[in-house]
């Protein structure tokens, strides 16, 4: 029987003895968990957040615009008054059916002064133009920030309607959001939150304007002699 006692104490105690070693190891991979989130934390709080470009990647106008515009007249070199009607109403600011959208880049640098790499986990942030439009921002590639500045490219789209003949009178952007980063590709997310205000001069946004409207008559131009008939 006392045998039997000091055979269970003694299984008793190297059960005991594993799960403290368990405990320890548990404890030990939150312990560097917590850590690595506190190193992106710390690194974070040193990360600037800077405007750096806006441009105007595309514009995709709707197959259908010459449909919706009666299309031209077939076996004639004139296109449909309808056309001529819009193409002038764009020139006096006027926009009266569908056109499609208008695709727009923003590229951000972000600076992380740090010697250690961010991976980048994901991202969620918009643009309000003054009081003209708020747009959803995507994020074009997937990146990590390498120490120094980083390059963060953004696309955005909105439709083409009379509020693209207001793209002048703005005064500036501002971009917020978040970002979310760890120190490991699959390691502690921590996040981030950013709000930068860039002004533009008043130039820039009439050549933005400009390319705006440009792009569109030059894709009616497009469609409508493409759709004559000799």
Same mark, same amino acid.
């Given at each position: ?11 008793k ?5 594993a799960?403290?070693?368990?405990l320890?190891?548990?404890l ?7 850590a ?12 600037k957040?800077e405007?750096?470009e806006?441009? $105007? ?18 076996g004639?070199?004139?296109?449909n ?7 002038q ?10 056109v ?10 972000v600076t ?13 942030a918009?643009?309000?133009l003054d009081s003209?439009?708020?747009?959803p $921002?995507?994020l074009?590639d ?5 120490p ?20 002048r ?7 917020k ?5 760890? $120190?490991?590709?699959e ?16 130039e820039?946004?009439?050549a933005?304007?400009d390319? $705006? ?5 030059n ?12």
């Amino acid at each position: 029987m006392r045998n039997l006692r000091k055979t269970f104490s003694k299984k008793k105690t190297w059960a005991w003895l594993a799960v403290v070693a368990i405990l320890g190891i548990v404890l030990a991979i939150g312990g560097c968990a917590m850590a690595r989130k506190l190193s992106a934390a710390d690194i974070l709080s040193k990360t600037k957040v800077e405007f750096s470009e806006l441009t $105007l990647d595309s514009v995709s106008v709707n197959p259908d615009i010459m449909q919706q515009l009666g299309g031209a007249i077939v076996g004639g070199l004139l296109p449909n008054p309808n056309v001529v009607a819009f193409v002038q109403n764009i020139a006096k600011g006027i926009i009266q059916i569908d056109v499609g959208n208008a695709h727009l880049g923003i590229v951000l640098n972000v600076t992380n002064a740090d010697q250690d790499t961010l991976w980048l986990r994901d991202f969620t942030a918009s643009v309000n133009l003054d009081s003209l439009m708020d747009l959803p $921002l995507q994020l074009k590639d997937s990146t990590c920030l390498a120490p120094g500045t980083n390059k963060v490219r953004l696309t955005t789209s909105f439709p083409i309607d009379n509020r693209i003949f207001k793209l002048r009178d703005i005064t500036g952007l501002n971009a917020k959001g978040r970002l979310v980063v760890a $120190l490991e590709q699959e390691g502690e997310s921590v996040p981030f939150d950013f709000n930068v205000r860039h002004d533009i001069p008043h130039e820039e946004l009439v050549a933005l304007e400009d390319s $705006l409207r440009q792009s569109v008559l030059n894709s009616i131009l497009s469609d409508w002699v493409g759709a004559i008939q000799f």
